[in-house]
C-alpha cells in the first residue's frame, strides 16, 4: 500500500479544481495549471480533498498510484504558493544579472553565458552571486535551476561554481608537497 498515494490532496480556499474525466484544472492566484492522470488510476474530488486510488490491483496502477497524487498535489501548491530554487554562485569573478528576457553569467569561461528565461518562470539576481529560480511549474523550475547549475558545477577542490543554496559540496584535499 503506498504511504503517500493513500494521503488525500487538501485543496486551500483560493484554488478552483475542475475534474473532467481524467484531466484535472487547477486555478489559483498565480495562475492556471493542468495535467491528466493514468488510465491506472481513479480519482475523485470531493469535500475540498482530492483522492487518488488505484484502478485495479496490477502492479502499474500501485506504481502509478503516488505518484500521481504527488503530481496533482505540486499542481495545487504551485497554484496557490509557487515554488522556488535558490542558487549561489562561487568563485572570483562569477556572477550573474538579469538583463530583460536574458540570465547573463559571468562563471570564468571567455565569453559570458548568455540563458534566455523561459515563459512561466521568473528569475531575479538579488546579489550578483545569489539567483532566485521561481515559478508554478515545479518541473519547469527544477529544470531551469540544473540547467543553470550545469553551465559551472561546484567543483571539489576550492568551490568554485553554481551550486544550489542548500547543497553541501564535499570538499578534496588539495597536493601536498
Not at 486551500?12 to 474525466?21: A, F, H, N, R, T
Not at 492556471?32 to 481513479?42: A, G, H, I
Not at 483522492?51 to 505540486?74: C, F, H, I, Y
Not at 529544470?143 to 551550486?163: D, S
Amino acid at each position: 500500500m503506498s504511504r503517500i498515494g493513500k494521503n488525500p490532496v487538501p485543496v486551500p480556499s483560493g484554488v478552483d479544481v475542475k475534474l473532467d474525466g481524467r484531466d484535472m484544472t487547477a486555478k489559483g492566484k498565480l495562475g492556471e495549471l493542468s495535467m491528466r492522470f493514468v488510465d491506472d488510476v481513479d480519482v475523485d474530488f470531493s469535500d475540498g480533498q482530492i483522492t487518488v486510488k488505484p484502478a485495479n490491483d496490477s502492479k502499474e496502477a500501485r506504481m502509478m498510484w503516488g505518484m500521481q497524487r504527488t503530481l496533482a498535489d505540486n499542481l495545487v501548491k504551485g497554484v496557490s504558493e509557487g515554488f522556488t530554487k535558490d542558487l549561489e554562485i562561487t568563485g572570483t569573478g562569477y556572477r550573474a544579472q538579469v538583463q530583460g528576457n536574458k540570465l547573463n553569467l559571468s562563471l570564468g569561461f571567455s565569453h559570458d553565458v548568455i540563458f534566455d528565461i523561459p515563459e512561466g518562470i521568473d528569475i531575479k539576481c538579488e546579489r550578483p552571486t545569489a539567483v532566485r529560480v521561481s515559478g508554478i511549474d515545479k518541473q519547469k523550475v527544477g529544470q531551469v535551476a540544473a540547467e543553470i547549475r550545469g553551465w559551472r558545477p561546484p567543483e571539489p577542490y576550492k568551490g568554485k561554481g553554481v551550486r544550489y543554496a542548500d547543497e553541501y559540496v564535499v570538499r578534496k584535499e588539495g597536493k601536498k608537497k
